[in-house]
């Protein structure tokens, strides 16, 4: 992290005796590098930390919670032999308890997710998992060795019928690197809210050209929806520094024709309980390095699936921070590829093959789960449509629900059940759907594919 490699504002350092930089710039620079140091410095003393860490965690939950005392005494061999928490133990405990009490303050917020892919879960925050995240969020930036300087476009879908009364929504400051923009040359920031309504990627678009996008912040659907756009072209144009992928599974066609115009593409993989969870690896991409300061990640190996030739187990993520409601040994959903250290040299939990980002597990009949990828541009070879999705509601049937479209013929419905078996299991009934228009309230994610049977008991 060499600091001296960046552009310093000419008034970057305090004018106070005995004092070199501004409090807040001096604070958050000292807490990114308190980031950088447990995640990439000594195993051992990174190990120490996240075990006191642990430690105040679990203490906290017993002494808060009743029904995390009780879960954390029957655990007789200690935290490894805690039971997997599920979304409804997530549901049933914030029922129960509320916010849990936090030193220094209850808490603020919470998030909630949609129910789209399962039960739906409420998850209470405090103003310190705010400030974590906006701390991680900029340390990445000086692990890559990004510089500040460039603008930034983060797209995000609309969550909200508010949200969703324009086509997009345009929100921009002049800096997006908080109190270190006092320290450092800092582009200017937009956060644009994207409806899906009509019109609305003729404004996306618009929106983007005004100026210089710098480094792009958005999930594959919105980076393939610029693509189809306008293609490679409209990429170009865009002055696009690097692409920050979230959310979804990422597009390796867009990766592709990034890397071959020089610019790098960065994945982040997290979740909304918990934040950040890991990031790519700048030098071997596909592997991605967990966020220690943040995560315990563990492989369940009670529970795996098959992806892309590899064994997958389910993950367990215990986040560190998580007092107001905790999360501990948590099934997030997703699957992945556990290692110790990372090819680049990186001493640390690593990823890979990591599936379910959208909860994309079809359950087989026999109660094996199969990854479902396949992508809209496989569907539009054997269909036209405006929008479409894949669903399960019954544990022996796919629903391929079309938009845009009032019939499909007989050729159109075969193809479509060809492609969707093939992506999964000649066990499944496939039922193609023609619809004018999706009905997406339920559904504000817009996810391509959810399996919407209960979960599985753990």
């Keep these: 992290m060499d600091l001296c490699l960046r552009s310093i504002l000419p008034d970057a350092f305090s004018r106070a005796p005995m004092e070199f930089l501004p409090r807040e710039a001096q604070i958050q620079l000292s807490n990114i590098s308190a980031i950088e140091l447990i995640e990439n410095g000594d195993r051992g003393a990174r190990e120490t930390w996240q075990r006191a860490q642990l430690g105040n965690l679990l203490s906290h939950a017993a002494r808060t919670s009743g029904w995390w005392r009780a879960r954390i005494e029957a655990a007789q061999d200690g935290y490894k032999s805690l039971p997997a928490q599920s979304r409804s133990d997530v549901a049933r405990q914030t029922a129960l308890d509320g916010p849990l009490g936090v030193a220094g303050g209850a808490a603020k917020a919470s998030y909630a997710t949609t129910g789209s892919t399962g039960t739906p879960v409420r998850v209470y925050t405090t103003e310190a998992n705010g400030a974590y995240n906006v701390r991680r969020s900029l340390a990445q930036y000086f692990i890559y060795g990004l510089p500040l300087s460039e603008n930034r476009v983060q797209i995000n879908p609309a969550l909200n019928l508010k949200a969703m009364v324009e086509p997009i929504s345009v929100r921009s400051t002049d800096h997006w690197a908080g109190s ?45 929806m610029i693509y189809d756009f306008g293609g490679a072209d409209l990429l170009g ?18 990766v592709q024709y990034l890397a071959s115009q020089g610019i790098p593409s960065h994945s982040v993989y997290s979740s909304g309980e918990v934040g950040p969870i890991a990031f790519e690896c700048d030098k071997h991409p596909g592997h991605f390095h967990v966020a220690h300061s943040n995560v315990i990640v563990e492989a369940d190996p009670t529970l795996t699936a098959q992806f892309q030739g ?30 110790p250290a990372c090819p680049c040299g990186h001493d640390g939990t690593t990823l890979s093959s990591i599936y379910g980002r959208g ?51 007989p050729v159109e419905v075969d193809n479509l059940t060809r492609l969707v078996v093939a992506a999964t299991d000649p066990a499944f009934r496939v039922e193609v759907v023609a619809q004018e228009r999706l009905d997406w309230a339920n559904d504000a994610k817009r996810l391509f594919f959810a399996c919407k049977l209960p979960d599985p008991p753990t």
Aim: glycine share 6%; proline share 3%.
């Design 180 to 224: 270190l923009a006092k320290l450092f040359v800092n582009g200017c920031n937009r956060e644009i809210i994207h409806s899906y309504a009509d019109g609305a990627t003729d404004s996306l678009v618009a929106a983007l050209l005004e100026r210089p996008v710098g480094y792009l912040v958005c999930s594959s659907r919105f980076a393939e």
């Design 237 to 254: 144009r865009l002055g696009l520094r690097a692409w920050v992928h979230t959310s979804d599974l990422q597009s390796p066609d867009i």
């Design 310 to 339: 590899q064994t997958v187990s389910r993950l367990l993520i215990t986040g560190l921070h998580s007092y107001a409601t905790p999360i501990i040994r948590y099934d997030v959903g997703d699957f992945s590829c556990v290692h």
């Design 359 to 409: 909860k994309s597990f079809v359950r087989r009949p026999d109660g094996q789960f199969i990854p479902f990828y396949l992508s809209t541009r496989a569907l539009l070879r054997a269909a036209d449509f405006t929008e479409c999705r894949v669903r399960q509601h019954s544990i022996d049937t796919l629903t391929v629900e079309i938009g845009g479209r009032q019939a499909l013929d």
